[in-house]
């Protein structure tokens, strides 16, 4: 680090401070924080899930499950008592707050009630209109167009390539809580290089159908039955350009999806048989 | 767990392995389907494409059956 103006030393101006410690704004300091609280978290017997970086377990008598994100965390168990034991400890090796009832959590709103869990994005879909200056504009009930068949290479002029990236980066977060606009947003990402009218249009008519459903969300009922069901499904050549096709999968617990994915297969494939094929085999990794 | 698909030909094919003219041509990595319906961890099942809740990430829906399953995804609407 360069001395600070004002407290150079005298005749050793050229000279730089080595630093102990990860300073603030470093690149650096994130990794450093990372690594203290990782530690912190497996010398209290967690362990790191292998899939999802995030997230910390401990199973000992009870469960808990800590969900990370940078400095902001999750806590969850089975053992309420446990869960003050941990957030006592953390709060005396870290300075932190307790919020209490998890409320918000980047952009996505909980709501509990008697009968379960509602998390949607309901400020952030305002947020999102406000944005893009659709604040008012007429409600419509579906997300996609039936009837419209977009390509990639049509002679409509070409509009503004940035916007159109910001409005499907937005959708694309509102996805995680509406997995009913997952088959539009995948389909707008298809057109980012080159985006037409008919693609804002489009993209717009999900702005529109956000607008007037925006406050829904998942519902996660407390008496539901744990079955764990994965359903796929796919079309047959949709993509008018290279003539691939669609696979999507949902995974439900009870009556709620919890994992979605709307994707374009990486294959051509030749039959209606194997493009269901794929898709499964897609879901089961 | 139970995995659930409309297309009983895809079903048959995780099934039964046929390399016939049509279905030989199909990548070595798909079949990692059939590999986990054999070891068990995979139930393979049918189910009706009305009740296909995949249908919806898929393609575009008619109004009526676009309401019918994001219901069945378990979408409400939030009270306040």
């Known amino acids: ?285 | 767990m139970e995995l659930r698909i409309d297309s009983k030909p895809a079903i048959d094919l995780a099934k039964h392995p046929v390399a016939h003219g049509r279905s030989k041509h199909i990548e070595t990595k798909f079949h990692f389907l059939r590999d986990q319906g054999n070891n068990g961890k995979l139930e393979i099942k049918h189910c009706k494409t009305d009740e296909q809740i995949a249908d919806l990430l898929t393609k575009p829906l008619k109004l009526s059956s676009f309401d019918f399953l994001k219901k069945k995804l378990g979408m409400a609407e939030a009270s306040n």
């Open chain 1, 1 to 285: 680090m360069n001395q600070q103006p004002g407290f150079e030393i005298k005749g050793k101006e050229d000279y730089v401070y080595k630093l102990d410690k990860a300073l603030y704004g470093l690149k650096q300091a994130l990794r450093a924080w990372n690594k203290k609280i990782d530690s912190f978290l497996v010398q209290q017997g967690f362990m790191k899930c292998v899939n999802e970086h995030g997230i910390y377990c401990r199973n000992s008598n009870n469960k808990l499950i800590v969900c990370l994100y940078v400095d902001d965390m999750i806590v969850t168990g089975n053992n309420e008592e446990e869960m003050k034991v941990f957030k006592k400890n953390m709060m005396k090796k870290f300075e932190m707050s307790d919020l209490g009832n998890l409320t918000y959590f980047l952009g996505i709103e909980f709501e509990m009630n008697s009968q379960g869990i509602l998390i949607h994005q309901r400020k952030y879909a305002q947020d999102v209109l406000k944005r893009f200056n659709m604040l008012n504009c007429k409600p419509i009930s579906t997300p996609v167009d039936t009837g419209v068949k977009l390509s990639l290479v049509n002679d409509e002029k070409e509009v503004n390539r940035t916007l159109f990236k910001q409005i499907v980066g937005s959708l694309r977060y509102l996805y995680h809580t509406r997995p009913d606009i997952g088959y539009g947003v995948s389909l707008f990402n298809r057109y980012m290089v080159k985006p037409t009218t008919s693609h804002l249009v489009a993209a717009k008519r999900i702005l529109r159908y956000v607008k007037g459903t925006g406050s829904y969300g998942i519902h996660y009922s407390k008496n539901q039955s744990d079955e764990l069901i994965g359903y796929s499904d796919s079309d047959w050549s949709g993509d008018k350009d290279d003539r691939k096709s669609t696979a999507s999968y949902v995974f439900m617990i009870g009556n709620a999806a919890f994992s979605w994915s709307s994707k374009k297969e990486s294959v051509v494939a030749l039959s209606s048989c194997e493009v269901e094929y794929i898709a499964n085999s897609m879901k089961a990794c």
